[in-house]
């Protein structure tokens, strides 16, 4: 009886999972598939790229600064013990641009402007502001949502930009004006080995997990129960699931770029 | 056709409950047609089905001769440019002040020039008594102001139907009478098809024109407010005089209270 009662819980989980995956995936093609009306969307997604993204960028910049400036520490320590310190440039550089510029500016992301949007979309829905919109005849998906999916979309690559400018010049900091690196053979280094596929491959990543993070966001305020600790349940599941999202796709995304799959 | 709205064999449940078991039900055009009964019977559901949020499982719904629950989503939404709707919290939008929640409607399904617009507004803030009230944020509002004000917000595209979602709960007793009032001139006023939901007997029965009372999913009983007075159902006399106990139990269902104890 007890090990039928799992099954029974472990069945009752998975359909749940299943029915989520199928709601979220109908979100997103309903989205997607929207007819575009750019005269009237372009006011919507200029407000929330300036929520989104132009607010985050104190946090952004400011952690690609310390986040540069450790690279720059600990790389110039572990070069310099095989009289290979003027090859910083070069390590700073890959390590921001491949990996972390996309992935650190993701979570980060998801953590500031992803538990916003969950918490702003949910308290829409539980005090009923998105089903007085429906029954004024204009759809939340358009009004609401679809700004805020677009605006995540567009801000993530561009925190990601400015993400690895700060971090770089962080390093540079660390290595050429603290720690005596020749500033000329930083930069003739990491120009010689970070060649332009490098900085596609990252905004390629950071596309995807700004789509991804934001999809996540916007669905789990959608889809909240509209109570108090349904929206704090909601928002906690964004800055999970999309921090696993991210470092799953980074993963994958790193192995594709790389020749590996 | 004098009914805006009709309702036939209308069958609804949620999670395995029964909320609507084949009811039918009439809404005259013109006329304030209340539907009352306990908590939790399912009014503001019927309010829901009646605007195409949610689908009945059996049954027909048609507003102004359309099938509601068949419609496509760009007629549904069409159509509910007729529609206003007053909810139970206002749910006005947060993030935008009294001027802007009115002027919303106006903005998104109109192409009038913004002059027009704050006139059109200032009317109908001026209609709810709430013109200088039109700079402040919703927030700013007292539970009845905040009503109002969503009641100014439903009117703005002069629809041909206002439903009311419990406009009277919560309200202190001169709140409670403005929007009485307010119910009963918009509809005389502008001849709107009103649909009043709420389980505040005196007032809903000093303004309706017809009324529905439902509990158990069934409409136990109906009539002009005089008729429904003297109705000789149990249920409908123990929810009109607000009676704690009857057909209606003070207890949920539940075991023996002694077996309970002991168990």
């Known amino acids: 009886m007890l090990i039928l009662d799992k099954l029974r819980l472990l069945g009752q989980v998975g359909l749940e999972l299943l029915m989520s995956l199928g709601r979220s995936g109908l979100f997103l093609t309903q989205l997607l598939i929207r ?79 992803g538990s916003a949007l969950t918490a702003e979309v949910g308290l829409m829905k539980s005090t009923e502001q998105l089903a007085s919109m429906e029954m004024m005849g204009v759809d939340p998906l358009w009004r609401v949502i679809a700004p805020r999916f677009w605006g995540g979309f567009i801000a993530m690559p561009l925190l990601m930009v400015i993400f690895s400018a700060v971090a770089i010049w962080g390093g540079y900091l660390v290595g050429v004006v603290w720690l005596g690196v020749d500033g000329g053979t930083f930069w003739s280094a990491m120009q010689a080995t970070v060649n332009f596929n490098d900085v596609v491959n990252g905004i390629i990543k950071s596309i995807v997990f700004g789509g991804v993070v934001t999809w ?35 993963f994958i995304l790193t192995a594709v770029m790389m020749g590996g799959w | 056709m004098s009914n805006l709205v009709n309702i036939q064999g209308l069958y609804f449940n949620r999670s395995g409950r029964t909320i609507f078991s084949d009811i039918d039900l009439n809404i005259s055009r013109g006329k304030i047609t209340a539907i009352m009964g306990p908590s939790g019977c399912g009014k503001t559901t019927l309010l829901r089905l009646i605007g195409g949020q949610l689908k009945p499982k059996r049954g027909s719904i048609y507003v102004d001769g359309q099938l509601i629950n068949r419609l ?40 009038l020039a913004d002059f027009m617009i704050r006139d059109i507004v200032l009317m109908k803030l001026q209609s709810v008594g709430l013109r200088g009230a039109k700079n402040l944020m919703p927030n700013q509002l007292s539970g009845g102001m905040a009503r ?39 509809n005389q006023a502008l001849g709107i098809t009103t649909i009043l939901v709420s389980h505040d007997v005196k007032e809903a029965l000093s303004i309706a024109d017809y009324i529905y009372v439902i509990a158990s999913g069934k409409i136990i009983g109906q009539g002009a407010p005089e008729k429904l007075r003297e109705d000789k159902n149990p249920e409908v006399q123990q929810f009109l005089r607000g009676l704690p106990d009857g057909v209606v139990p003070f207890h949920y269902p539940a075991i023996d209270y002694t077996q309970d104890l002991l168990s």
């Open chain 1, 35 to 113: 007819k575009p009306q750019f005269k009237r969307s372009f006011p919507l997604l200029i407000e929330q790229l300036y929520f989104i993204g132009v607010l985050s960028l104190v946090i952004i910049a400011l952690s690609g600064l310390f986040i540069g400036m450790v690279v720059g520490l600990q790389g110039y320590n572990t070069l310099n013990g095989f009289g290979a310190s003027e090859q910083l440039g070069q390590l700073v550089a890959l390590s921001v641009v491949r990996e972390l510029g996309p992935v650190v500016t993701a979570l980060l992301f998801a953590g500031r402007a």
């Open chain 1, 216 to 250: 996540i966001a916007v669905f789990q305020g959608y889809d909240t129960v509209p109570t108090a600790q349904g929206i704090g349940l909601a928002t906690t599941r964004t800055v999970v699931y999309s921090s696993l999202a991210v470092l799953g796709l980074d």
């Open chain 2, 72 to 111: 496509p989503r760009t007629r549904l939404y069409e159509i509910r440019r007729k529609m206003g709707v007053l909810f139970q919290s206002g749910a006005l939008f947060t993030n935008i002040n009294v001027f802007e929640n009115i002027a919303f409607p106006l903005r998104e399904h109109t192409e």
């Open chain 2, 148 to 186: 109002r004000v969503a009641l100014a917000r439903a009117i703005a595209l002069d629809p041909e139907l206002i439903m009311y979602d419990e406009p009277f709960t919560g309200l202190d007793p001169i709140a409670r009478g403005v929007i009485v009032k307010l119910v009963s001139d918009l």
